[in-house]
């Protein structure tokens, strides 16, 4: 039994180690079916999309902005500006909000400087933009699906890198008035990097492009040609204030009386400041980067964090391998300790036999052994003393604990009606989650398929509403249940309806704010159908599976019709403490993984997260503890006698949720500058959802790890 476990544990360290080679470097992406060329001349659509903070949870959609130049729907590249771009439902979900531009790219053709508009801005306005650029939002505009990047090189100038998106602006203090001052970036350098396109295209001469970069700009109103471009673009001066100078008259109107003015008017007054818009364009010949590694640029710092990911991954294996050691003493102990000659003294006689083991302090009752092949005891014709506390300890050990509990252990839980529910919904996450890191270590869910995550996990969602309906249907027959019909709305309906539930609530405070992220009406009428429509019927169909056409789960023992009285339990043993206690050696072992997945999240949005080899092997060995953190918890539960291990195991399960979510405030807390009500909200709401969807997926796993064990221990068993 050592060796299969030892073989098993040595295979788990291989496959995680071929994974994280595999996955240690960004994998080409798989962007389409084509690789998309342009001939000389040829015109190149640039998109706009939206604006975000990482010091925020509010984005807009870029042509929302009061103070940007609107598109005049004039054709660029053959399609008229202004116009929406198909999205998909995961672009929607994140809030992407993708709109062609006014903005000419020939490819091949070098514009020095070109004048898009002059855009006459209010106070409102004004305070907008002032309010945006001191939040530190940055602009995402797209060309050949590459986002528009700003260029990083490393302190020793060895490496370039990119971060998505550009500055809207930048805020300094004036040196006369010691006073925040704001400046618009209304000038664009865009460079767009190119090569040769491989195979046959490449040799009619087309190209392809492998990088998009934005520098940008900030150019006084003043000192203009008359294209309405600077006349000098390369030597700025003065940038682009955005200020509009107080109404005295009107102040004065309103205090007549008094002899101070303030400096600042909020008040709209038809006051505007004029905003001049102009862009460069360069391209660039790039042989470098080939089209296939061309997002590499925007994984910054690979070599620093793949040394953080293997500590990671050995500090998980190292918990892993001493929990495995736990489960293989405890499987020696309960399963192998079994395979004696049964015995025919049943196990509660058993136990009143032990009080006549000592009389008094240091002295023992000699015991007449008889020799019989079917009894506890053997007789040999004499008197036994010195075996006595070995044969003691040996009936102590055989019919004492967890074996006394053989007629309660399978007892139907309290509330199955609600157990067999959240079981199939867990399972349908289990098969949503294994089908997305395979999906993503094979590079078909990637950067370059926007919003792809969230789309792919939503159709596998509502397709694996037949594994939920069938789970939930054979737990709920084994639990003896009787009206299926109410089981399978409760599972269609549940965990579904509290995650359309809350999306919704949080959709009319996102929508309050007038952002991207707030779901179209039309969206949320589209994920009510997906989920009425297409996953109730299959949850339906896998729920009558499993209620009729497959056999009950087998339980190795008879359920007596008397409840045994539990006895008093120690502290350790208790639900809440034993959550806790279990649910942090999972935590462990993934909680610095869950530092690069944070920091992508909400911390740093310019940054992709990409090494998803190394999230499916922390992955694979957090399935493994919690399945042996489980079966620990459980056997120690029922060598205390209690037998309500059925929540239990579930709780324990899912218990390192609740680290989980404690670590989500203590990085709010420590490490982001989020400001605002409603953002703060949103990350506290969104974290909280997040854990219960973890909570519930490892809570089904720990629930099915437990019940596997114990069918399997008292399975070993002789009882009457």
Known sequence: MHADFRMAFLRLLALSSAISYCSAFYVPVLEGYSIKTYEDDEAIPLHVNKVYSDNTQIQYAYYDLPFVCPPTGKKHAGIASGRSVSLNLGEVLRGDRIMTSDYDLVMGQ????????????DRAGIKRAQK??????????IVDNLPGATSFVTVDRSQKYYAAGFKMGYKDISSTTGKPRYFLNNHLTLVVRWRRAPGRAGDRGAKVIVGFEVYT????AEDRSNTGCPKDVHNV??????????????FASKYPHSSYLPEQDDADDGSTLTIPYSYSVYFREDT???WANRWDMYFN?????????????VNSLVIAGLLTTVVVMIWNRTVHGDQKPPRDVPLEEGKTMLGRKKIRSGARSPRLVEKSSSGLFEQTGILDNEDNDSSDDEVLEDITGWKLLHADVFRTPAYAGLLAPLIGSGMQLVFMTTALLVLSCFGILNPSFRGGFVSVGMGLFVFAGIFSGYFSGRA????????????????????????????FVLNLFVWAQASSTALPFGTLVGLAALWLLIQLPLVYVGSWIGYHRSQPWEHPTRTSSIPRQIPAQSWYTKSIWTVLLAGLVPFAVIFIELLFVFRSLWQDKSDYYYVFGFLTVVSMVLIVTIVEVTIVATYVQLC??????????FFIGGGSAIWVFLYCAWYYFMKLNISGFISGMLFFSYSLLACGVYGLLTGTVGFLAAYAFVRRIYGSIKAD
């Open 110 to 121: 070098d514009q020095e400087c070109r004048y898009l508009c002059s855009h006459e801005t």
């Open 132 to 141: 945006l650029i001191e939040d530190g939002y940055v602009a995402e505009w």
């Open 217 to 220: 700009k900030s150019v006084a």
């Open 237 to 250: 001066n003065q940038g682009m204030e955005l200020f509009i100078s107080a109404n005295n008259t009107n």
């Open 288 to 290: 470098r980067v080939e």
């Open 301 to 313: 710092n690979q070599e620093e964090s793949t040394s953080i990911h293997w500590l990671a991954i």
């Open 476 to 503: 709920y027959k084994t639990f003896g249940g009787l009206n299926w019909r109410k089981n399978t709305l409760m599972t269609a309906l549940l965990f579904p309806g509290l995650l359309f539930s809350t999306i």
């Open 640 to 649: 205390a006698e209690n037998y309500h291990w059925w929540w239990q195991s």
